[in-house]
């Protein structure tokens, strides 16, 4: 069941939850502000898959590039944060709304 995260003028989000276990939680926290939070029953070992398609722009890619590089060698850390230009859907050939994916 994936979340799937890309930009349409703004971010656009989707999460399909497919067996979900009680109630999911969604409340306003006021104004534009939003929240929910849900749990996704899964098997014994499951795994994320985190698919992350590159930037269009060549410096951003170079850029996406070397964090995955810094990422992978720093030892002193158990998180690695990345960070990518939020793309429309219309950039990518054809045009996708899986910018982001996140999949167990």
């Given at each position: 069941?994936?979340?799937?995260?890309?930009?349409?003028?703004?971010?656009?989000?989707?999460?399909?939850?497919?067996?979900?276990?009680?109630?999911?939680?969604?409340?306003?926290?006021?104004?534009?502000?939003?929240?929910?939070?849900?749990?996704?029953?899964?098997?014994a070992g499951g795994r994320f898959v985190i698919t992350i398609k590159y930037p269009k722009d060549p410096k951003d890619?170079?850029?996406?590039?070397?964090?995955?590089?810094?990422?992978?060698?720093?030892?002193?850390?158990?998180?690695?944060?990345?960070?990518?230009?939020?793309?429309?859907?219309?950039?990518?050939?054809?045009?996708?709304?899986?910018?982001?994916?996140?999949?167990?």
């Open positions: 069941m994936p979340g799937i995260f890309t930009g349409n003028g703004s971010v656009k989000w989707v999460v399909e939850a497919g067996n979900v276990k009680g109630t999911p939680k969604s409340e306003s926290k006021g104004g534009k502000r939003y929240y929910q939070e849900g749990l996704d029953e899964t098997p890619q170079a850029d996406f590039r070397q964090q995955l590089s810094a990422a992978a060698t720093n030892t002193g850390t158990n998180a690695a944060t990345l960070t990518i230009p939020i793309e429309d859907i219309q950039r990518y050939n054809p045009p996708t709304e899986e910018q982001v994916k996140v999949d167990w």
